[in-house]
């Protein structure tokens, strides 16, 4: 029985919080709950539009996912939903498929979600929440910093009323600065003034909530719905103004009452094409949920389970997929103000479904006169927060081969699309890691005196032997790296006809593999053809033991040594032992 | 003019030991010559039927590429021409796009060997040679053994003269079985014949004519043209015995004459087609031929430039191209016996070439009663040579992951083919490499009383203090471990309340990338908020230097110390002190 219930409490963390909730933790959590459903209601609809779907998707997309991150989730704040990224990949990816606005995008939108959800479960069930790490910091911040100046580019079209269709940045720019000419003059008032006040709210108003008096975690909480604010006053005027006659374009009939629970239908072909895009999209969901999670776990000093968070974002897909909904994720916005207003458990999120329901179920005629514009302008001004340039020199500056990767990835985002700019990215860090190890740094090292240490001859005064080459090889010993480190052998001993001795120190070597161990072998045999002894020296344990199961210590012409000195001692004792005993030339003692 | 000079030396080796050439050394070269043209002449017709092609293409292919490998090639032995595998994958490769004996297909086959010159040409160039390092040992063993296999299993039709295609080995073999009841007793009694000699001649004849008075290295020299006399044997029974009136497949008439010098037509949609396929077959032929040569270098002490040699092989690849020839690489059998025979300069390459023309000049017509099946057993003896099993246990002993990929790639090669294999090969090997870096080894370390060394608290009698946590990452930081790292530290740092610092020994990080670094700061953050201060030590000099152009240094809650003893001294002076003049507990001196 206690494995049946280890399993439950692994598998459903409610099961662990649950049992301590008290009416306190309820009052709280559901004060905090109205705060995020203000909140969202914008950005659902916003993100549906931003998918190509009925604004009603979005809604859809609000409820069952939070109710089942709730059950399954392990972070106590972290809020899922339609997120910017992962609706703009939406679109990418159901594009090729079906024309927007039939019931077959309607429905590979859906599809996408279920099969992206089954693949999230299946990676946390296997345990292979590791394959997010492929995704490296630079390309996913190149990602986002690319994806939110494609979206803020598309959305500026319906922010000014203006027509401009595209699927990469650089497809939208060209028709949005052509048509600008097109302007509709009533919906750029409404656009840019919603705009305006949004980075407004952003920037000026909790400053100035503070200096009316309010208290600063109330005037945080207060200035992230600027959004519904500007939804309510441009709605407003569109009614008032009769601003739908000039051309403003608006929402209009929203159906009321909440989704059916349905499965999507079992279509292989259809499927089997959204597999990468659903790989692509649950991967960058996932890693933009747990780094939100993880901060905002630490802060309070909670723990989150990554695998666990896999099955939880898993569920919270295929719920959003059997209710109508397209693909969620934790949100960084909403997480944040479900954290600041005070949520204590993940019920606040199963309460923000709640409100979501009600609003879906009264609410939606009142959304009739709700400009596009607004909501266009409400993602403008979100993934405007995204685009991070000082990232890239921040990169610059401390790595070219990450630097590298992030341009190539913001680069081909913006010319070739979100997808291809990911496979890029992520393949093109991959390959100059191993161009990196495949041409590792070795020192040439040599006896500091006065000590039994030795560095390298180009950064210390050391001594050496004429008859001993001593190298030191800063990397693991694998395939990408075996050959390279035969040749740079083969050439120092034919550049130094002295040589009868090589000692490899291996203190930086973490493995050898069986083409490292064939290029020893290799080594070994060709310095014996020319009369010349090879040695190791500080070999790691692990790598030991697995060298003992080869034939390669009985060929070893030399001895394994458990020391660099001893290595040395051993053929020279004499030069050692003076060079230990000598007096410590000054400034030789540094690291190395 | 010293750079023009160097330039010429460097890329054209001829110059070099062209100006050194004595009239001893041309009629030793002459003798060698000789020969390996007997040996050469049934491989290359063999290799060319391999291919799917006429049989003299393959002696055309092994003109020009021998002369032009004699003026740009840095191994004084390597010996080029058709080989088996590359025929293997020319056939593999071209299948596809035209049937066997049109011209369409012999052009393809023309096309494939300029695509992977140029392509060598181009790699020799931008100095690309270790791009072959990405096929580790275990992958080329497991392809080489996997190829063979496939070789040998089809061409046992031609040795039993049924009829069986296919091609993968799995598609080979069973029509094979299935028409074993329609062998030809004339064929079978050529082929087995043949197989059952050269078998008897690789093994036995060498001892037999030592036995009767042959010198050694003669011995070994004539067993190998065994194939040689097995074709002419086999040519005059079915001359004499008027067999191909039986059924038994002959060679038939030969063109006589030398190629004509031409370009392949500039088909692009047909170039483009042969891109990937000329891409496996110039590296997998590069491995092959590098091994060879640097291997047979090493016993005289001599020197092989590896990116020349992929300058050697383009040369000798685009030669085969303009001469109505196939793909070419250096071959192993052909090498060792050209070394053996002892020679001393690639003029022994340049005679060869002219042996070998001359038969194509005059000695044609006696091909016409050449029976396939020889051919055909000549091919099966060779490849057999290639299959090695032993590896395999090799390497299961020594590493499951070098196995994992070893196996793979001889499944797939077996069941998908050869592209599918290697392919698959190198992406497994890729990923086990970067899925064991993406877990390191991470070891809790405590001082070793009477020394200030510390080690693995698991290994050894060890002094730790509760409110430190030393950790030693055995592995560089970078973004597939990055996370994981962060989250073992979060773990350890949360199932022990009374820690206050924790120190990350770095002897074995030979790199922090920039997602390792966002994830240092991101630990030193949460430790922060939790109280903790991080510190590092025996930071490497590389690394250090690139952490001082980030920001970490100065946010870094606690100090990079040089050594792990003065890190814990800085903390808890008393402690370190007294362990480190503590007596030596015996037996825990030992490493790491």
Redesign the interface.
Known sequence: MTTIQGLLRRYLPILDWGAQYTGKTFTNDLIVALIVTVMLIPQSLAYALLAGLPVQVGLFASMAPLLLYAVFGTSRTLAVGPVAVASLMTAAAIAPLAAQGTPEYLGAAIALALVSGLMLIAMGLLRLG?L???????VVAGFITASGLQIAAGQLAPVLGIHAEGETFVEIVKPLVRNLAETNLATAAIGLGSLAFLFWSRGSLKPLLIRIGVGEKTAGTLAKIGPAVALVVSTLAVWGLGLAEHGVKIVGDVPKGLPRLALPPLDMALWTKLLVPALLISVIGYVESISVA??LA??R?Q?VD?DQELIALGASNVGAAVSGGFPVTGGLARSVVNFEAGAETPAAGAFTAVGIALVTLFLTPLLFYLPKATLAATIVVAVLALVDFSALK??W???R??FAAMAATILVTLVEGVEAGLVVGVGL??FL?????????IAVVGQIPGTTSFR?VA?HAVVTDSEILSLRV???L???????I??RI?EAV?ASPTIRHVILEC??V??I???A??SLE?IN??LK??GITLHLS?????VMD?LK??HFLHELTGKVH??QYEAVASINPDLARRTRDAERAPGTG???
């Open positions: 590791f997010a790490n492929f995704l490296s910091h630079p993880l901060t630490a802060k000093r723990r990554p921040k990169t500056d401390y790595s081969a990450d860090s991959i890691h191993l161009w990196a190890t495949s041409r590792p740094h390298n950064r800063d990397e693991s694998y395939f990408p790296n075996a050959r390279y035969e040749d083969n034919a203190p930086a973490n493995a593999d069986a083409s161990l064939e290799a045999h060709r053809d020319g500080e070999v790691k344990g692990p697995r199961r080869s458990l020391s540094g690291k190395p």
